[in-house]
C-alpha cells in the first residue's frame, strides 16, 4: 500500500501566498505522475495541477499563472506553490500519486484545508 500525507494548508488574506507539500511512502513501486485536486464545499472534485515523471504539467485554467507544481521525484514528494491567493480557491486539497503497478486512480492523502479570506 503507498501512504499519502499533505501539509502546509491554512488560513490565509487573498493576495497572499501558501505552499502544499505531499510526500508519498511504502510500497511504491515507479511513481508516474503526481498531482493536486481540490474541492470545495458542494462542489465536484477538480484537478488543480498534475506533473508526470517526464516532466509533462497541466494546470486548471483557474489557477495558471498563479499556482506552480513541482516535484522531487528521487524523494517521490510533490509541491504546490499558491501565489496570488484568491477567495475561490479556497477548498480541501488532495494529494494524489499515481504508481505504475497501482490503480489507474492513484493514491489519495487525507486533504489539507486552504482557506483565503480576510
Known amino acids: 500500500q503507498v501512504q499519502v500525507v499533505e501539509s502546509g494548508g491554512g488560513l490565509v488574506q487573498p493576495g497572499g501566498s501558501l505552499r502544499l507539500s505531499c510526500a508519498a511512502s511504502?510500497?511504491?513501486?515507479?511513481?508516474?505522475?503526481m498531482g493536486w485536486y481540490r474541492q470545495a464545499p458542494g462542489k465536484q472534485r477538480e484537478l488543480v495541477a498534475r506533473?508526470?515523471?517526464?516532466?509533462?504539467?497541466n494546470y486548471a485554467d483557474s489557477v495558471r499563472g498563479r499556482f506552480t507544481i513541482s516535484r522531487d521525484n528521487a524523494e517521490n514528494m510533490v509541491y504546490l506553490q499558491m501565489n496570488s491567493l484568491k477567495p475561490e480557491d479556497t477548498a480541501v486539497y488532495y494529494c494524489n500519486a499515481q504508481d505504475l503497478m497501482g490503480s489507474p486512480s492513484g493514491y489519495w492523502g487525507q486533504g489539507t484545508q486552504v482557506t483565503v479570506s480576510s
Open positions: 506533473k508526470t515523471t517526464g516532466g509533462s504539467t
Open positions: 511504502g510500497s511504491i513501486f515507479s511513481l508516474y505522475a
